[in-house]
Structures are given as structure tokens and as C-alpha cells.
């Protein structure tokens, strides 16, 4: 499921990219006065205002709901192990005697500094 939903906004993320680099700044009504008008001749002669600001709004609402998503199922996982049906090894008893015990040895003088 969440394979899906990070498809879909992957996808989502390109398009709103790409649907954001094909509209227009504000300031290119100024070219349109020095002969740039024919630029807008792709969309229409009234250009691709409404149009990409339709699919820009539907492309944002899209992303922000995949993205609620995927956070909230982030956020909600089941933790699942491989490990989780394996049994810990039994730990072998402790044997006395096995070791020696010694004691510490004693500590060396320390020379003192011959003056």
C-alpha cells in the first residue's frame, strides 16, 4: 500500500514540477508589448492561465494528500522482524572451578626520585 502511495507521489511531484516551469511569470505581459505575443499561441489566444492554474491547484491537493498520507503511515508502522521467530540460544551453565582464581598482585614500589 505504501509502495502505491509513493508512486503516485513521485509522479505527482514530477508533474507539479513540470505544470509550475510551463506557466507564466507575471512579468511576461510586458514582452507581449515588444512582439512576444506568439508565445502564447500553444494554449489558446487567451493563453494557459486557467487551464494550468486548474492543474497546478488539482497537482498540489494531490500531492499534500499523498503526503498527509505517507506521513501518518510513517508514523504507524508494525514492526516486523526477521528475526523475530527465532528463539535465543540457551546460554551454557556457569562451571565453578573451571578457573583459577588469583589474587591481584601486589603493587611495586615506586622509586623515589634520587636527588
Known sequence: MSTIF?????VVCVALILIVLLQTGKGASMG???GGGASQTLFGSSGA???LTKL???AAVIFMLTSLGLAYMSGHKTVESV????????SAPEEEGVYEKTQPSEPTPTQSSQE
Open 6 to 10: 509513493v508512486i503516485i507521489h513521485i
Open 32 to 34: 507581449m508589448s515588444f
Open 56 to 58: 497546478t491547484t488539482g
Open 49 to 51: 492561465g486557467t487551464f
Open 83 to 90: 528475526m523475530s521467530d527465532i528463539t535465543p540460544p540457551v
